[in-house]
């Protein structure tokens, strides 16, 4: 199977910064886009950024020019720095990775991490 760890949550002020990280491990052929979502109580999963193998990049537009995502392929992890945090950043953060290949092909997810941001 796959395993997706993600780490790097927690509280911050208003202004501040955190890094989230997320390894996938398991049996994986080969990762294609890699992403970030987010989710608060009552309200759908919403996509946050995403870098495709080639490392293309997309922002929701609340956090263009805040966050910024990079991944590692060899070590088949992928960060999302985010910067100049505001309140409304607070949620759940969820790592995905889609794989391809002849096995575990598909969507994966992790089990989230919180972000909390204080005013």
């Known amino acids: 199977q796959v395993r997706l760890a993600e780490s790097g949550g927690g509280s911050v002020q208003a202004g501040g910064s955190l890094i989230l990280s997320c390894v996938a491990s398991?049996?994986?052929?080969?990762?294609?886009?890699m992403g970030w979502y987010r989710q608060t109580p009552g309200n759908q999963r919403e996509l946050v950024a995403t870098?495709?193998?080639?490392?293309?990049?997309h922002y929701a537009d609340s956090v263009k020019g805040r966050f910024s995502i990079s991944r590692d392929n060899a070590r088949m992890t992928v960060q999302l720095q985010m910067n100049s945090l505001k309140p409304d950043d607070t949620a759940v953060y969820y790592c995905?990775?889609?794989?391809?290949?002849?096995?575990?092909?598909?969507?994966?997810w992790g089990q989230g991490t919180q972000v909390t941001v204080s005013s």
């Open positions: 995905k990775v889609d794989l391809l290949g002849p096995y575990n092909s598909g969507a994966w």
């Open positions: 398991g049996s994986i052929f080969r990762i294609d886009t």
């Open positions: 870098i495709t193998e080639g490392r293309s990049t």
